[in-house]
């Protein structure tokens, strides 16, 4: 190759490589501008509020001269991501007649479980300080505008009664029985003599002193007929599943591909000369079973978990709308 082809070539690559960092940099400019933006815009509006804390979305509440939509969402899931968009666009349409309060609900686990959480994303409409209705999935905003009772050519869409369901996490969740929630802490710590008197023996074994009862029994019959639901922890009330993550493992234990985020903990287990990983109750340390790596997609875990560990609440659908 001549001096003149090889200078040639040589000023080429060196323009290809300059115009690809050229290039690199505007997407990189590109994209930080949209991230930085994404905060500010939200922050443009005051009707959309990002809770911090269960006493922060009381105060909101009880103070609230708008309607108020609570988001439970998360980072990971996709379709809450669509229904923020729906919301900003919301509370842009509609400044000062609707508000909204976002709860991410790794970060603020008591408040989803005060609120039954199921499925995500989950909104629950407040007014005068009283949850009114409960809807699961994407709602468009001129729908969450009509659902406000602001209007227009939306319609609200259909909605579980929450009156039953949502309470203060702060108080004692409704028929559990559980010790109150703390803001700070989800932890139940009792005696031993406490939890004695607060379970049956059965219960009081498997919970407290990680016997295991047999397969096939009678507890697990019953819980392989429940519908759509929650499962709770039997000691304190905590929910730990919910029934779409359930399936037939073959074992004789229910099992479940995936638990509640935040609400079981997992430890090594080396007893009777096995290695496996044991499963418990994070709010009050309950043994409830063990966590194999032989489930289902998409997690390939199964939880199986001792059936009398657990107390089920059906999930309550919205009555049929009249034709």
Request: net charge negative; hydrophobic share 40%; aromatic share 6%.
């Amino acid at each position: 190759m001549s001096s003149n082809a090889l200078a040639h070539a040589r000023a080429c690559r060196d323009q290809r490589r300059d115009h690809g960092r050229s290039t690199a940099l505007a997407v990189a400019v590109l994209l930080l501008g949209m991230l930085t933006r994404l905060p500010a815009a939200e922050a443009a509006i005051p009707s959309v509020q990002t809770i911090t804390s269960a006493a922060e979305l009381n105060t909101l509440l009880a103070t609230s001269t708008t309607p108020v939509f609570i988001d439970f969402s998360a980072v990971w899931c996709p379709p809450c991501k669509l229904l923020h968009a729906e919301i900003l666009s919301a509370a842009k349409d509609h400044p000062g007649k609707i508000s909204f309060a976002l709860v991410d609900v790794e970060q603020l686990p008591d408040v989803a479980a005060a609120y039954n959480l199921v499925g995500m994303p989950l909104l629950v409409l407040v007014k005068g300080g009283n949850p009114v209705g409960r809807h699961e999935g994407l709602v468009k905003a001129i729908d969450l505008a009509a659902w406000a009772g602001l209007g227009g050519p939306g319609v609200a869409p259909p909605q579980t009664p929450v009156a039953s369901t949502a309470q203060d996490p702060n108080q004692v969740p409704a028929g559990t029985g559980a010790a109150p929630f703390s803001s700070a802490t989800t932890k139940l710590t009792l005696t031993d003599d406490q939890w004695r008197q607060r379970l049956s023996p059965e219960l009081y074994d498997i919970s407290r002193r990680k016997s295991t009862e047999p397969a096939f029994c009678g507890g697990y019959t019953a819980i392989e007929h429940n519908g759509p639901g929650i499962y709770h922890c039997a000691a304190c009330g905590a929910p730990l599943f919910i029934s779409d993550t359930k399936f037939d493992s073959g074992s004789g234990w229910p099992s479940f591909f995936k638990a509640l985020p935040g609400r079981v903990d997992v430890q090594e287990d080396d007893s009777y000369g096995m290695d496996r990983t044991e499963v418990h109750c994070a709010r009050c340390g309950g043994h409830l079973g063990h966590l194999f790596n032989d489930g289902p997609a998409p997690t390939g875990l199964r939880y199986c978990i001792n059936a009398i560990t657990l107390s089920f609440e059906p999930r309550v659908d919205p009555p049929a709308a009249k034709p």
